[in-house]
């Protein structure tokens, strides 16, 4: 039998292995990965709802004047709210987004014109299928690597017909610099979210901190601060 000194020993190196191994998951997984994939991702910005996105698609309809064949692929569609209305108003959608929770949850909406895939936008594994290509809702930028923007730019450019076009969804960097709020509380749900952020190392970095049901949570998120003049030497890599 093990006396209680050495007991304690052990329970203390098996604790420290877990945490070891904890912390190596988490460092293998991204930020959007857990976050995205969490139901208070949902809560936090349910306010950011239908109707607001289909003034987005209204607005970007009667810009675009798409033919009525018109085929559309949103990337990081999230939960369909862009895809959905899209089908609505006749065109064949494709949504596609990394999050497993958010398939399964809008995959109820399919029809033959209307589809959803868990895929990374870096690996669209299309060629030249669709006149559009939408990227709604600050869904670019999360990457630390440059690499990573890169291939995404260029799978969206293999994935679009000749003379098609690429719709992103960016944040005005100067404003949000000249407007950031460091500190901030949301309520939503029952739910205090206390939000934090800063610009580190060329990120906009947000943390979201709050109780639920007697639990902490903690989320992250990083946005690059991608200016025009960075967009367009993406796109001309890739013309």
């Given at each position: 039998?093990?006396?209680?000194?050495?007991?304690?020993?052990?329970?203390?190196?098996?604790?420290?292995?877990?945490?070891?191994?904890?912390?190596?998951?988490?460092?293998?997984?991204?930020?959007?990965?857990?976050?995205?994939?969490?139901?208070?991702?949902?809560?936090?910005?349910?306010?950011?709802?239908?109707?607001e996105a289909e003034l987005l698609i209204d607005n970007l309809i009667d810009y675009l004047h798409p033919l009525s064949s018109a085929n559309f692929l949103d990337i990081g569609c999230g939960k369909g709210?862009?895809?959905?209305?899209?089908?609505?108003?006749?065109?064949?959608?494709?949504?596609?987004?990394?999050?497993?929770?958010?398939?399964?949850?809008?995959?109820?909406?399919?029809?033959?014109?209307?589809?959803?895939?868990?895929?990374?936008?870096?690996?669209?594994?299309?060629?030249?299928?669709?006149?559009?290509?939408?990227?709604?809702?600050?869904?670019?930028?999360?990457?630390?690597?440059?690499?990573?923007?890169?291939?995404?730019?260029?799978?969206?450019?293999?994935?679009?017909?000749?003379?098609?076009?690429?719709?992103?969804?960016?944040?005005?960097?100067?404003?949000?610099?000249?407007?950031?709020?460091?500190?901030?509380?949301?309520?939503?749900?029952?739910?205090?979210?206390?939000?934090?952020?800063?610009?580190?190392?060329?990120?906009?970095?947000?943390?979201?901190?709050?109780?639920?049901?007697?639990?902490?949570?903690?989320?992250?998120?990083?946005?690059?601060?991608?200016?025009?003049?960075?967009?367009?030497?993406?796109?001309?890599?890739?013309?």
């Amino acid at each position: 039998m093990l006396n209680n000194n050495l007991y304690f020993y052990v329970e203390i190196v098996i604790r420290h292995y877990f945490t070891i191994q904890l912390m190596k998951k988490n460092i293998q997984c991204e930020w959007f990965e857990n976050w995205f994939d969490s139901p208070y991702y949902h809560i936090l910005y349910k306010h950011r709802n239908c109707n607001e996105a289909e003034l987005l698609i209204d607005n970007l309809i009667d810009y675009l004047h798409p033919l009525s064949s018109a085929n559309f692929l949103d990337i990081g569609c999230g939960k369909g709210r862009h895809s959905i209305y899209l089908n609505k108003k006749g065109y064949s959608v494709t949504g596609i987004d990394l999050s497993q929770g958010n398939i399964a949850s809008v995959s109820k909406f399919k029809n033959k014109n209307l589809h959803f895939f868990a895929e990374d936008m870096r690996k669209i594994n299309r060629t030249n299928d669709f006149d559009y290509v939408l990227n709604l809702f600050t869904s670019f930028g999360y990457f630390e690597n440059k690499k990573d923007d890169e291939d995404t730019i260029y799978a969206v450019s293999k994935a679009l017909k000749a003379n098609g076009i690429f719709v992103l969804d960016f944040m005005n960097i100067q404003k949000v610099m000249a407007n950031l709020i460091p500190n901030e509380k949301k309520f939503s749900s029952g739910i205090e979210f206390s939000i934090k952020r800063k610009i580190e190392n060329n990120f906009i970095i947000k943390h979201i901190h709050f109780f639920d049901k007697g639990k902490e949570y903690n989320f992250l998120e990083r946005v690059k601060m991608l200016t025009v003049s960075d967009f367009k030497n993406y796109f001309a890599a890739n013309k």
